[in-house]
C-alpha cells in the first residue's frame, strides 16, 4: 500500500508519497514542474514523476476538507466551493495514476488542515510525544491550534486539540496584512518583509496593537483578510512599519509558545505553518522548548505530506529534505570547488530536490561569503532588492565558533532560525544589518553539500559558504537539467550537475 498526499487548489500545490513502511518515496512542488511559482494547481509533471514511486494499490489523501471550507468562504463573502475534491485535484491528474478509478473508485480521503500540519510536524519529528503548535493564515476555519499528540500501543498516532483560534483571529492574516501594507505580495512575500525589519524601529507596535481587542487571546478588532485601511500609518516609513510588524507578530508567537508550554502534557514542541517560516521569530521559542522540531516544509505544500502521514497513521522514517526531482549522478564537489576558486561563487542542480521553500545545497547558488563585493554580485545574478541577506552554510559542529546560537537551538539544518554572527566583518555576504544570519549547519549525514563544506574547509580553513536558491528571477527554484541549463545561459555562470 502506498498513501499519496495532496494539497492543491489555492496556493502551493504539493504532492508526496509514503509507502506502507513509513518511507518518504516522493515529496515535490508542482510549482517546480511548471515554473508558475506559488502553482495552485498539481501539474501533470508533478503526477507524471511520483507515478515512478507509486505502486498499484494506493489512497488517495487530501489537505482540507472543502465543505468546512466552504463555511469559511461564507462568512468572508467569497464565492463558494468547489466542493468535489476530484474536480480541485483533477480527474486528468488522478486517472494519470494508474489504477486509482478501479482501485480506490476514484474516492479522495479529506483532512482537517490544522491536523495535516499538525500530523506533517509531528510524525516526521524524533518524538514519542509532542505539544504541537500550528500558526498560519488559515486553513478552512482555524488560524491557531495547539494538540497534544503521542503515539499508543499500537503505533498510531493519536491527535487532541487543547486550544485554538478561528477565523477572523490570525497571526498570519496580521502579518500578511502588514505585507500589503508596505507594498508587498501577501501570502507571498512576508519573508521580504521580515528582512526589512533589521533596517527599522518598532515605533509603530503600539498602533499595530490596537489592531487586537485582546492581543492575550490573539482576537482581532477587524477582519484583515482584505488587508488594513488605505489611512493606517500613512506617512510612516516603511522599515519601521516592517520592524514593529516583526515586533507584534513576535510577541503574539511567544503569546501562543507560553499558551502551549501551559496546556501541553509534552517537554517536546512541533511547530508547524506557514508563520513557523519566521525564523527571526523562531529564536524566542527556545526560552519555552528545548526541544524543537520544525518540519523544513510547515507551510500548506508539506501539508501533502500531512495528509499522506494521516493515511499511513504511524511515524514517518524522517532522513532529510531531499525528496523531490532526481538529477542523478555524483555531487560534483571538484568541480563546484574549481568554480569557487576561479569566479567566487557556482550553481549546483545535482540529486533530489528540496522539499520546501528553502535551498539546501541540491538547488543552490554557492559562493565565498569572504569578499568585501560578493553580496552585491550574487543580488545582481538574482535581481533582487539589496537589503536583502544570504545564508551561511557551515559544518554543524563548527557553527557555535562562528554564530552565537540562541538558547534552545544547538543546530539549524534547514535555516529555521537567526543567529548572531561572531565575526561579522569576516563574512560581509551573510550577515544582515543587525548582525545576524540564517544559519544552515550541516550535520556529519554523508550529504553532498557535506561533502563539498569538509573539502572547501580543508583547502581554504573556512566552514562556511553564501547559499540562495538557484533560480531565475521570477521563477520557482530551478528543477531539472533544463532549467539549470536556461540559468546558465541567461546568467552565464556555471552549474554543476
Known amino acids: 500500500m502506498n498513501y499519496v498526499g495532496i494539497s492543491c487548489g489555492f496556493h502551493d500545490a504539493a504532492l508526496s508519497v509514503i509507502d506502507d513502511r513509513g518511507n518518504i518515496l516522493f515529496a515535490g512542488h508542482s510549482e517546480r514542474y511548471s515554473m508558475k511559482k506559488h502553482d495552485s494547481k498539481l501539474c501533470s509533471?508533478?503526477?507524471?514523476?511520483?507515478?515512478?514511486?507509486?505502486?498499484?494499490?494506493?489512497?488517495?489523501?487530501?489537505?482540507?476538507?472543502?465543505?468546512?471550507?466552504?463555511?469559511r468562504q461564507f462568512i468572508a463573502k467569497q464565492k463558494l466551493g468547489p466542493f468535489n475534491v476530484n474536480e480541485i485535484i483533477g480527474k486528468h491528474n488522478l486517472y494519470q495514476l494508474e489504477s486509482f478509478k478501479h482501485i480506490r473508485q476514484g474516492k479522495v480521503k479529506t483532512h482537517n488542515h490544522h491536523l495535516c500540519h499538525a500530523a506533517a510536524g509531528f510524525q516526521t519529528s524524533p518524538y514519542q510525544d509532542a505539544t504541537v503548535v500550528v500558526?498560519?493564515?488559515?486553513?478552512?476555519?482555524?488560524?491557531?491550534?495547539?494538540?497534544?499528540?503521542?503515539y499508543d500501543k499500537q503505533?498510531?498516532?493519536?491527535?487532541?486539540?487543547?486550544?485554538g483560534r478561528r477565523y477572523p483571529d490570525s497571526i498570519g492574516l496580521f502579518y500578511s496584512a502588514m505585507t500589503a501594507r508596505v507594498g508587498l505580495r501577501p501570502l507571498d512575500e512576508e519573508y521580504i518583509l521580515m528582512g526589512m525589519a533589521a533596517y527599522g524601529k518598532p515605533v509603530y507596535a503600539p498602533a499595530m496593537q490596537r489592531l487586537f481587542t485582546n492581543i492575550d487571546e490573539i482576537?482581532?478588532?477587524?477582519?484583515?483578510?482584505?488587508?488594513?485601511d488605505d489611512d493606517f500609518l500613512r506617512e510612516a516609513d516603511e522599515m519601521?512599519?516592517?520592524?514593529?510588524?516583526?515586533?507584534?507578530?513576535?510577541q503574539l508567537i511567544e503569546t501562543v509558545i507560553k499558551k502551549a508550554k501551559k496546556l501541553g502534557k509534552s517537554d517536546n514542541l512541533v511547530y508547524g505553518g506557514g508563520v513557523a517560516l519566521n525564523c527571526l521569530a523562531n529564536r524566542l521559542i527556545g526560552k519555552h522548548y528545548q526541544n524543537i522540531w520544525i518540519m523544513p516544509n510547515p507551510g500548506d505544500a508539506g501539508n501533502s505530506?500531512?495528509?499522506?502521514a494521516l493515511g499511513y497513521g504511524k511515524k514517518i522514517n524522517w532522513t532529510d529534505a531531499f525528496l523531490g526531482f532526481d538529477i542523478n549522478g555524483e555531487y560534483p564537489v571538484d568541480n563546484i570547488l574549481k568554480e569557487l576558486y576561479t569566479n567566487k561563487m557556482v550553481g549546483v542542480a545535482s540529486g533530489r530536490a528540496e522539499f520546501g521553500p528553502r535551498a539546501l545545497g541540491n538547488r543552490s547558488l554557492l559562493a565565498d561569503p569572504r569578499g568585501p563585493d560578493i553580496k552585491d554580485k550574487v543580488n545582481d545574478i538574482k535581481r533582487r532588492?539589496?537589503?536583502?541577506p544570504f545564508a551561511p552554510v557551515i559544518l554543524e559542529e563548527l557553527v557555535t565558533d562562528y554564530f552565537d546560537m540562541p538558547f534552545g537551538w544547538s543546530d539549524s539544518r534547514y535555516m529555521q532560525v537567526i543567529a548572531t554572527c561572531r565575526h561579522p566583518d569576516l563574512f560581509p555576504a551573510i550577515v544582515h544589518a543587525d548582525g545576524t544570519a540564517r544559519v544552515q549547519t550541516v550535520p556529519k549525514d554523508g550529504s553532498g553539500i557535506r561533502k563539498l563544506l569538509e573539502a572547501w574547509y580543508k583547502e581554504t580553513g573556512c566552514p562556511i559558504l553564501l547559499n540562495t536558491s538557484l533560480n531565475i528571477r521570477g521563477e520557482p527554484m530551478v528543477n531539472n537539467r533544463s532549467d539549470a541549463d536556461r540559468f546558465e545561459k541567461l546568467y552565464n555562470l556555471k552549474v554543476c550537475s
Do not use: C, M
Request: hydrophobic fraction near 45%; charge should be negative; glycine fraction near 8%.
Open 135 to 150: 500558526i498560519d493564515a488559515i486553513g478552512e476555519l482555524d488560524t491557531i491550534s495547539i494538540w497534544d499528540a503521542k
Open 155 to 163: 503505533g498510531k498516532a493519536t491527535y487532541k486539540k487543547i486550544w
Open 240 to 250: 519601521d512599519i516592517a520592524a514593529s510588524a516583526q515586533a507584534v507578530v513576535e
Open 385 to 388: 532588492q539589496q537589503f536583502r
Open 305 to 308: 505530506l500531512g495528509a499522506a
Open 45 to 71: 509533471g508533478i503526477v507524471a514523476d511520483a507515478k515512478n514511486y507509486i505502486n498499484n494499490d494506493f489512497e488517495v489523501h487530501y489537505y482540507e476538507r472543502p465543505y468546512v471550507k466552504a463555511v
Open 219 to 228: 482576537g482581532l478588532e477587524d477582519n484583515l483578510h482584505i488587508g488594513v
